[in-house]
């Protein structure tokens, strides 16, 4: 019965309330956010510190309580080494919170400079316990949970809220079956915890 509920509640993902007192907004770019620290590569006056995020990150251990990255993780050429990255600064109990287009999506492939594709289990080779972790981990280090939400594109209603629970209380099931094939949704928010 509490899988029925949850697919009919709705879920939506909120960066206010992740905001701790240690935030980090990876790939800031036009959108640098209030009571984050600021990192980009590109000097455009947004960034608080200039970082190449293909390269070990200017923060110590255990640091941040929460890092954010928005549509940035589908540019990056070695996901590996800045999520081992993002695993590092944070602090235990930390959280890293990403979105990126869905691989279905129109978005993740119209634009030329995306070079990774990410579907609701993509991230599950990071978090300890999951299948893909046990078989595949790239090293040790791991989040203790992972938690989806599908942000739908501008199309709303019951229907797209029921399926977007069902896509992300039973990922494998909607994406190779039939509901997944005739769904799309625009991006997609993975919420890590260390």
Do not use: W
Request: with cysteine; proline share 4%; hydrophobic share 35%.
């Amino acid at each position: 019965m509490n899988k029925l509920k949850q697919l009919f509640e709705k879920r939506n993902f909120s960066l206010e309330k992740q905001v701790k007192e240690t935030n980090i907004n990876l790939g800031c770019g036009q959108k640098p956010l209030d009571n984050f620290i600021n990192v980009d590569f590109y000097t455009i006056g947004n960034e608080d510190v200039k970082a190449d995020l293909e390269q070990p990150l200017p923060f110590e251990d255990a640091y941040a309580d929460l890092i954010y990255a928005d549509n940035v993780f589908e540019h990056i050429k070695n996901v590996l080494q800045l999520t081992k990255e993002c695993i590092r600064i944070l602090k235990p109990g930390g959280k890293l919170a990403i979105r990126v287009p869905y691989y279905k999506s129109r978005g993740a492939f119209i634009d030329p400079t995306h070079i990774n594709f990410y579907t609701l289990s993509s991230f599950d080779y990071f978090v300890k316990k999951t299948y893909f972790y046990n078989q595949y981990r790239f090293f040790d280090e791991g989040f203790s949970s992972i938690d989806c939400f599908i942000n739908p594109t501008k199309r709303k209603g019951f229907f797209r809220n029921m399926v977007s629970n069902y896509a992300t209380l039973a990922p494998h099931s909607f994406e190779t079956g039939l509901i997944g094939k005739f769904t799309d949704f625009s991006s997609v928010t993975f919420l890590l915890t260390k």
